[in-house]
């Protein structure tokens, strides 16, 4: 009961009976009986953050890294960090969890919203979140613009200690307005999009990367049951490797498997494992990757897209800038702008500078793309420029490295070539090729679903200073075997020629020395056909490298001193010269040292008027051998020294690994055999490093011999200066 002071006298307020008042207080006479009056109800702290699992299987450090973004004391919590990664990696899941566990610090609420970044009818407004929150602590209405909406809700939360999970955001211009920009809130931004104009406001990123396939397996095998994924391991390792890291994959598949209790994890397995019904088989009621994937393409410009499908249909999973600046038709800055925006919305990885991949699964996604416009001329101009730039580019490199090799014709189909690579000497030249062998490999097998036999053969021939330097042992005899065959179908004897010589070397350096003389046999009559002299002349000196390795000297001398009169006659200095050097090799063979060392010198000599460094090298490496037999140790040592310098500085593994031979073989001759070991060691482990079996089981062998002898202990040597 009180009394009020009104204008018109004083009126006592009184309140009898059952009587309660809450909220607003009405003034009145005299009220009696049971009348209540009730005003709105004091609301809930939100609490609003979405369902998570319990535990996060294999996101400890990632967890542990948002647990560092935090300071120490509660009260100075305010940051925001931007959670970014491919659909269906749980951006969600984690960012959830996390605030989850962090209630303590934000006793005044946990607050979400969901911007629908992706969604059909597009991202959700602003606004639309804003009045979700002020709502949440009981204003409304709610101010009709987004400034005064904005305004608000930094001052609701400017003395409230909350935190924020803002979900899959489109722009930083969507998340911007919804910043409480409180000393005590922490926001959680997750997207497929980097966000990157976030950092202006003092935003932390934490990209989230696909699950390592032990995590991914303890999700399963928590989804399906421990015991089923034990049974059959190999079936649930295919399944993991299928999903790719992703989470959501994960989840989905195993919902597949938990559904089927009677059906093997290998049913589903096989499914998983055909590419183009991957993506349809991980759908569980209407939620698929599929859909994921479709929402992040559908955000992309029609360039952008278009490049996308086409990326999808190249033959390699790692490609280059060089690679979608061609497939575009662009230039290098057009190129990085367009893959900019599929890195943006997480489409494609970055691993390295210039250097980009699709997730598996992306891809899958992206070639399907493709595979809609992959009959268009548009498309098949395209491919054709991939094709045409690494044949353009390999050329390059073999004009530098190999020219007296570069001599046949090439046939382009996209005039003119886009932009192919240059090369200002033999070492860049080799590195390009060492880099792009993978690329190179699968753009040759390519060439058969793309009816290009000419291209297949010539990329082979192109590839030639790689199989010379670099002795790619498997590569070098798949790639003329794919060139024989493409060279036959298209028709060209002098391609096939070609490839019947240059592959005959290729079987001879993997061991395959009947196979290599069949070639040569082959190209040698292919040649007397087509009055080639100098084909005639590499053929007969692969036959004399034939004859060589089974031990036949005489007739290998033979066909060498053939060789060096076609060649001559043909005024092929530098073929004479090898030639010479082979020679050379073969009276080394024989234990004529004195006899080699005039044979080698000249080859050394015209090699160098030639220019030719790599081939010098190799001379100087035998005439090393040559001197240590003749016990001339100091210059034996000295022309060491000089071929391997030469060797590394043009990148030649392989022959560094033989001069090293040539030099434990020299100690040996000197009667050192603790320092003959040393060197075999070092050879031993250079040709382990370039997957020179043959040779390493010969050396590994030799030491083996070695060890059983208790008067040897072999240990590493020093390296050369």
């Given at each position: ?30 009220i009696?009986g ?49 959670v ?6 749980g ?15 934000f ?82 931004v ?53 999903c ?29 494992g ?45 490609f ?13 800055a057009?190129a ?9 919305v ?7 500078p ?14 399907a ?27 390059a ?6 020219p ?20 200002d ?21 390519w ?24 002795r ?22 002098s ?18 020395g ?88 000249r ?34 040592d ?37 320092a ?16 020179a ?17 208790s ?11």
């Amino acid at each position: 009961m009180n009394d009020v002071n009104l204008p018109y006298g004083v009126v006592r307020n009184s309140l009898a009976g059952a009587a309660t008042v809450s909220g607003p207080v009405v003034q009145a006479g005299a009220i009696h009986g049971g009348l209540h009056l009730h005003g709105p109800s004091a609301l809930p702290t939100p609490r609003q953050l979405p369902p998570c699992p319990r535990r996060l299987i294999g996101r400890e450090a990632d967890l542990a890294a948002l647990d560092g973004s935090l300071a120490p004391d509660a009260e100075a919590a305010d940051v925001t960090v931007v959670v970014t990664g491919p659909a269906g990696v749980g951006k969600t899941a984690l960012a959830a969890q996390w605030l989850r566990g962090q209630a303590d610090r934000f006793p005044d609420g946990q607050l979400y919203a969901d911007l629908r970044g992706y969604a059909p009818g597009g991202p959700a407004d602003p606004a639309e979140a804003l009045g979700g929150f002020l709502r949440a602590f009981g204003i409304s209405p709610v101010p009709g613009s987004l400034a005064e909406g904005a305004a608000l809700w930094r001052s609701l939360a400017a003395e409230r200690r909350i935190a924020v999970l803002l979900d899959n955001a489109s722009t930083a211009a969507q998340v911007r307005p919804l910043l409480p920009g409180s000393d005590h809130t922490v926001v959680v931004v997750t997207s497929r999009r980097r966000l990157t104009g976030l950092g202006i406001d003092g935003a932390v990123f934490r990209p989230l990367a696909p699950l390592a396939r032990e995590a991914s397996t303890e999700i399963l095998a928590a989804r399906v049951g421990r015991s089923r994924v034990v049974d059959e391991g190999a079936a649930a390792a295919e399944v993991v490797d299928a999903c790719a890291g992703l989470p959501l994959a994960i989840c989905l598949a195993a919902a597949r498997i938990a559904a089927r209790p009677a059906q093997s994890l290998a049913a589903t397995a096989e499914v998983l494992g055909r590419g183009a019904d991957r993506l349809a088989a991980l759908s569980v009621e209407g939620e698929t990757v599929q859909d994921l994937l479709d929402a992040s393409y559908g955000v992309l410009d029609p360039e952008a897209a278009r490049l996308y499908g086409l990326l999808g249909l190249l033959p390699f999973a790692e490609f280059t800038l060089e690679n979608a600046a061609v497939l575009a038709d662009v230039d290098l800055a057009g190129a990085d702008r367009l893959l900019d925006g599929l890195i943006d919305v997480h489409l494609l990885e970055e691993t390295g500078p210039e250097r980009f991949r699709f997730h598996d699964l992306v891809r899958l996604h992206a070639r399907a793309h493709g595979a809609r416009v992959r009959g268009t001329p548009s498309t098949g101009a395209a491919l054709d420029r991939v094709v045409d730039w690494y044949l353009a580019s390999a050329t390059a490199a073999e004009a530098v490295v190999s020219p007296s090799h570069r001599s046949l014709a090439r046939d382009y189909r996209t005039r003119p070539v886009h932009p192919a690579r240059e090369f200002d000497g033999d070492v860049p030249a080799v590195e390009w090729l060492d880099a792009e062998r993978d690329r190179l490999a699968d753009v040759l097998r390519w060439c058969g679903d793309l009816d290009r036999p000419a291209a297949a053969w010539q990329l082979a021939d192109a590839m030639w200073p790689l199989f010379l330097r670099l002795r790619p042992a498997r590569l070098w005899v798949e790639a003329h075997r794919i060139g024989l065959r493409a060279a036959r179908a298209a028709g060209d004897r002098s391609g096939e020629l070609r490839m019947l010589t240059s592959g005959g070397a290729g079987l001879r350096n993997a061991g395959e020395g009947e196979e290599s003389a069949r070639w040569y046999t082959e190209a040698l009559d292919l040649a007397r056909d087509l009055d080639h002299r100098l084909g005639q002349a590499q053929a007969l000196n692969g036959l004399g490298q034939a004859h060589r390795l089974a031990g036949r000297l005489d007739a290998a001398a033979e066909c060498l001193h053939e060789v060096i009169r076609l060649r001559e006659a043909e005024h092929y200095v530098r073929g004479a010269a090898l030639a010479r050097l082979a020679y050379g090799e073969v009276l080394l063979l024989a234990d004529r040292p004195a006899e080699a060392v005039e044979p080698i010198e000249r080859a050394g000599r015209e090699l160098s008027s030639v220019g030719d460094g790599y081939e010098e090298a190799r001379a100087t490496a035998f005439l090393g051998l040559a001197y240590g037999m003749l016990g001339r140790d100091e210059a034996a040592d000295g022309c060491f020294e000089r071929a391997l310098a030469g060797f590394r500085a043009r990148r030649s593994a392989h022959w560094e690994a033989r001069t090293l031979e040539f030099a434990g073989q020299v100690e040996e001759v000197r009667g050192r055999p603790d320092a003959a070991c040393a060197w075999f060691e070092r050879s031993l482990a250079r040709y382990r490093q370039i997957g020179a079996a043959a040779e390493a089981a010969r050396l590994a062998g030799r030491l083996a011999a070695y060890a059983e002898d208790s008067a040897v202990t072999p240990r590493p040597g020093e390296p050369l200066p």
